[in-house]
């Protein structure tokens, strides 16, 4: 049962290389036009025209815990803490809900996502899983300590072991427009990122116009992001699906002018099992099956795992499922 | 089913089916066959009947009745006699009627979903998050206006019995649409729903007699088009209200002619969808999904002829070309469905025959590649480039998921290319800029534009068409408008119609002595112009004298006059102040002239007292309107949140207004002055057997800074000049004032234009029935401009 298949690459699809990036090309952006009603009515439209049941439904869901970065993020996470959150990691499901689902191993999560402290913990007891351990870092959450701090936050976390970085973007230069100050920042992390895969935060509800999230969306790609992700946990309004349709249709944008492909990650305010749903099908729909694979797409939670878990007992035993019943993370 | 592993691996949606349970036990419940609503009962099935069947399977889901005319007469009957204590209750009794329906529909709300997607083929993710809760906010949305109806409408009271006839394409919605304003007015119905979609306007009747609506208010008759002309023709409605195509609208204008049946029609079209370089694109590509392959493209206000700018073509298809790709079409009850059935074979055909014609002449077609199931009627989402307005598949409305793109250079050429059509429905516009989408909303010629959106409905917002899109409007306030009369108008009583020589171009046996000869000539573009025969005719004062000569204008004076009116365009566009001013100036050289005017009018037979009336009653008429061109303003209706709904009153453009003979001074001023008042160019026919009242306004109207061709002025038969307006299909509305009623409504029929013909004589010097807002509404038509904002 403990067999992994190795995160990141599903056997039927060729690895995504990394993106190299572009010079800053204002000219890919700096007009774009993104109508919020619009927008706004896409979205409320994605989870009314697509239903999935059944068998589907929970090998969705399945796929929703194999995209998920179990995440903490809170000040009084200790080397305990990590420890245990890893080892849901490695463990998400009850062995009865794996071989009732009728899967040939124990799925895993994405990563694990914690604070550049907690790297070394959690690199230790995952030691042996090829879940990676994605680390927080560039002063997250507000991203307004001076650069170098910044940068050497990242080559700290990456020396500690940590896979994949999630930095976050310094508001302030998408709030004044000011694409080349943003640029060189995020290239400049990207380059302390080394070999580590970069997820770029762009605290969507701080940015609030959709113009602004596809402009630092852009930006950010241009400057070498791995991946775009909505938001730190932290801001008053986390990861919608409006702002997810406008940074997932950037990305194609992207993809479209560079040949590249770009992951996505929502974060932030994803709790239940219908969120997981919900932003699948905004990624089947609007980028095809690809992005359905957790090389192109992640979720960053902490309790929706509960969920899930529940939702798959009470498909595997057709009885509704307490709580209580699931591991603790 | 696959297992979880599997799906692991593809993907795929599945299927989501939504349950039929409870419709097909209702259905087998009606086995032996539906039989009629008919005051208050279902009647025992008919002896002729017919199958209606499931569009996306073929099978056969009911057995209902063929519509006699016994059984219009029946229902048409017991409307009537439901009328009398029906139209008395309070507006508050009504309103609670109303209430009642509304809540059940929304009990109700699934099962009627499942009903209509089986009878109908849309996908249930559009009967249950669209058709049904649209059905049921209309509901509640009259259920206010019958609350209100007194205080809102005061004067008013219901037409009577309502002939109402719905398409197949909405089916529930536009029996809501129809049926809750008319009972709300305080009206009773007699409706007809479509021949393939009749179940849900059964179960429809079920809820009316749940809910103790009492016996004969609401009447349902099922049938085809035989059952359809049956009501259109009995003697016993008061009104016909019709939504469908065009060309069985002009039937219905036709048949009704003359029967003094108030008519709206909601027809055909073929709806710009106007994409401008500064557009969201991605916004408008999901545009084109909600307008065209939403169900199945079956909707007149379909945005089918797809306008993008020039540079962004190319992008926008990419986009557009890869969003119709990711549609799924199948079983209309699945709930991962885009798009579903069409509703019958025949409209299939009609489809495949349009699009091999599109095809044929050069069309190119790209079309997704969804795999179709083998059993119903199917059409994959289609698009057509390389396409022209002369194309076929440009100009004829589909009715299918095909929408036909072509480009456009300027925001200039886009309104000149939208407008190129005979239709005026609806208009979408994508564009962030406010100045080109408020300024392509205002040139575009159609009732409803969506800006940056498109296929919005609410129930407060009017809903109609320009041109041969048909006339009245659906929802809202000016909805309710189209179920009410003035109370005044019912004592009113027929003219009785003398039979009058024709009007005679030769020389008058005797002559009233003047003092210098005068003759009137016609008044055409702000010039007196000689009339196209050459002949003038003698007009007879009270004493049997000849007192003057007038032109008798023929059809080439018409076309002269509305080919002047219609290059006066400046007018429409003319500030209303700059229209108030004018209308002032009149009255201020008429009253100069008002001991002129007070001897002509005596000369026609007025006592000196009438006579100084009739002036004076004139003037303030003339104040009246000068008073209200900048204030009989449009409304900003509440629909959605952080949407403005903006219903503008626009003018007709070139009106033909033919004026009563009773009055010969006022009647022309209170017919004319709200036209133009409101922006319309007129071509008026004064009463031939009193002309000189009017043609005496020239000297008024060129020294009042009258813009040429605003007014013009064409004297002779009243009917042979009164049908030529009808037909003439430049003007796009009518009013006349004679007993030719019949004439002029079937003679309208060609371009459909709206008509207000009346034979029976009111009282012009009466401030209730001479003026008011009813010559204000009926000189306007109304815009519904959808606006939603957020940043």
């Given amino acids: 049962m403990n067999e992994l298949r190795p995160v990141g690459a599903a056997s039927r699809f060729a690895p995504v290389a990394r993106n190299p990036g572009t010079p800053l090309t204002l000219d890919w952006f700096e007009d774009v036009q993104v109508n919020l009603s619009a927008a706004e009515r896409r979205a409320a439209s994605i989870p009314a025209r697509r239903s999935v049941k059944k068998n589907y439904q929970a090998a969705w869901l399945v796929k929703a815990l194999q995209c998920i ?57 995952l030691e042996g899983s090829s ?147 919900n932003w699948l099908i905004l990624m089947k729909e609007e980028l095809g099956r690809r992005w359905l694979e957790p090389d192109l797409f992640r979720i960053g939670a902490s309790s929706m795992l509960g969920d899930i878990e529940r939702q798959l007992e009470h498909h595997v035993t057709g009885r509704y499922a307490a709580s209580s019943h699931q591991p603790l993370a | 089913m696959p297992s979880v592993s599997d799906i692991l691996d593809t993907m795929d949606y599945g299927t989501a089916p939504e349950s039929s349970t409870h419709a097909v036990a209702w259905l087998n419940e009606h086995e032996a066959g539906f039989g009629h609503f008919i005051n208050g009962a279902f009647t025992k099935p008919g002896a002729k009947g017919f199958d209606v069947s499931n569009p996306a399977n073929g099978q056969k889901l009911a057995r209902i009745s063929l519509g006699t005319a016994a059984d219009i007469d029946a229902a048409v009957k017991a409307a009537r006699k439901a009328f009398g204590s029906w139209s008395k209750l309070s507006g508050h009794e009504r309103a609670k009627h109303l209430y009642a329906i509304a809540r059940i529909i929304q009990k109700r709300e699934r099962f009627l979903s499942v009903l209509e997607t089986m009878d109908n083929g849309k996908p249930i993710r559009e009967s249950r998050d669209i058709d049904i809760p649209l059905v049921a906010r209309h509901f509640y949305h009259h259920a206010g206006w019958a609350e209100l109806i007194a205080d809102e409408f005061p004067g008013h009271q219901p037409v009577g019995v309502c002939g109402q006839i719905i398409p197949w394409n909405f089916p529930l919605l536009m029996l809501a649409w129809k049926i809750a304003p008319a009972l709300a007015a305080g009206n009773t119905v007699v409706l007809k729903p479509a021949e393939f979609t009749p179940l849900t306007a059964l179960a429809f009747a079920e809820i009316c007699r749940e809910a103790g609506l009492p016996p004969g208010v609401v009447n349902i008759v099922t049938g085809d088009g035989a059952t359809g002309a049956a009501l259109v023709e009995h003697a016993g409605v008061d009104k016909i209200a019709f939504t469908g195509s065009t060309e069985v609208g002009r039937l219905i204008r036709k048949a009704t002619a003359g029967t003094g049946k108030k008519l709206s029609l909601e027809l055909g079209g073929k709806s710009p969808f106007i994409v401008h370089e500064d557009a969201d694109l991605d916004a408008a590509v999901e545009g084109v999904v909600d307008a065209i392959w939403f169900n199945q493209g079956q909707v007149c206000c379909a945005g089918s002829r ?39 074979p025949v409209q299939l055909t009609r489809i495949t025959e349009l699009v091999e014609k599109g095809k044929q002449e050069g069309g190119t077609l790209l079309q997704a590649s969804c795999e179709l199931p083998t059993a119903g009627n199917w059409f994959a989402p289609a698009i057509f480039t390389d396409v022209e307005p002369s194309s076929t598949v440009m100009d004829v409305e589909i009715f299918g998921p095909v929408a036909a793109v072509m480009t456009f250079r300027t925001p200039e050429e886009a ?21 080109v989408a408020l300024d392509t909303a205002a040139r575009v010629k159609a009732g409803v534009v969506w800006i940056n959106s498109t296929n919005l409905f609410d129930a407060a917002a009017g809903f109609g068409g320009y041109r041969e899109s048909g006339f009245g409007r659906e929802g809202g306030r000016e909805g309710m408008s189209e179920y009410l009369v003035p109370s005044w108008e019912a004592a009113l009583k027929p003219a009785v119609a003398a039979k009058a020589a024709p009007l005679s171009a030769l020389p008058p046996d005797s002559v009233e002595a003047s003092a210098i000869d005068r003759t009137a000539k016609l008044y055409i573009g702000g010039k007196q112009a000689r009339p196209d025969s050459g002949y003038s005719y003698s007009v007879y004062g009270a004493k049997g004298k000849a007192i003057g000569q007038a032109g008798l204008g023929n059809r080439k004076d018409i076309r002269n006059a509305v080919e002047a009116a219609a290059k006066a365009s400046g007018w429409s566009s003319a500030t209303a102040h700059n229209r108030a001013q004018v209308l002032y100036y009149i009255a201020e050289n008429l009253s100069a002239r008002a001991e002129e005017f007070t001897a002509r009018l005596r000369q026609m037979g007025a006592s000196a007292k009438e006579a100084k009336a009739e002036v004076e009653a004139s003037l303030a008429r003339i104040f009246w309107y000068a008073a209200q061109a900048d204030k009989y303003d449009g409304r900003v209706h509440n629909t959605k949140s952080r949407h403005v709904t903006l219903a503008m009153n626009e003018p007709w453009g070139v009106m033909g207004v033919v004026c009563p003979d009773e009055m010969p001074l006022l009647g022309f001023v209170s017919l004319v002055m709200p036209a133009i008042a409101m922006g319309n160019r007129v071509v008026a026919v004064p009463s031939p057997r009193a002309p000189l009242a009017a043609t005496d306004l020239y000297q008024v109207f060129d020294t009042s800074d009258v813009p040429g061709g605003v007014v013009n002025i064409v004297t002779g038969e009243r009917d042979e000049l009164a049908k030529t307006l009808a037909e003439h299909d430049e003007v796009a509305a009518l009013w006349y004032f004679g007993v030719g009623v019949k004439m002029v409504e079937a003679a309208s029929a060609g371009n459909l234009k709206a008509t207000w013909a009346s034979a029976k004589p009111r009282d012009w010097l009466s401030r209730t029935q001479g003026q008011g807002a009813e010559y204000l509404r009926r000189a306007v038509q109304v815009k519904n401009i959808w606006v939603p904002y957020g940043e």
């Fill in chain 2, 306 to 344: 797809i306008l993008v700018q020039e540079g962004i073509a190319p992008r926008f298809l990419t986009k557009l070309r890869r969003r119709m790709q990711s549609l799924r079409v199948g079983d209309p009850l699945d709930k991962s469905i885009d798009m579903g059935a069409i509703i019958d």
């Fill in chain 1, 69 to 125: 970065d179990l995440t903490s993020l809170a000040g009084d996470d200790t080397p305990g803490r990590v420890q245990r959150l890893c080892a849901k990691a490695k463990r998400p499901l009850r062995e009865d809900i794996v071989k009732g689902l009728g899967l040939a191993a124990m799925p895993t999560v994405g990563a694990v996502c914690v604070y550049p402290a907690m790297v070394a913990p959690a690199v230790k007891a």
């Fill in chain 2, 415 to 435: 309104v000149q290319i939208a407008n190129h059509t005979r239709y005026g429905l609806a208009a979408t516009v994508w564009s962030e800029n406010i100045n």
């Fill in chain 1, 131 to 277: 879940i990676p351990v994605a680390s927080v870092a560039t002063g997250f959450p507000a991203g307004l300590t001076p650069l170098p701090q910044r940068l050497a936050e990242i080559r700290y976390a990456v020396e500690q072991g940590a896979h994949e970085i999630d930095i976050v973007i310094h508001r302030a230069q998408v709030l004044l427009q000011d694409w080349a100050a943003l640029y060189d920042e995020v290239a400049a992390m990207r380059e302390a990122c080394g070999e580590a895969h970069m997820k770029a935060i762009l605290a969507t509800g701080d940015l609030k116009t959709l113009r602004n999230v596809y402009k630092a969306s852009m930006v950010a790609m241009q400057a070498g992001a791995d991946f775009i992700k909505t938001s730190t946990g932290k801001e008053d309004v986390n990861a919608t699906l409006p702002v997810s349709l406008t940074m997932v249709r950037a990305l194609r944008d992207y993809g479209e002018l560079t040949g590249h492909q770009i992951g996505f990650k929502p974060a932030g305010g994803l709790k239940t099992a219908k969120d997981a749903m």
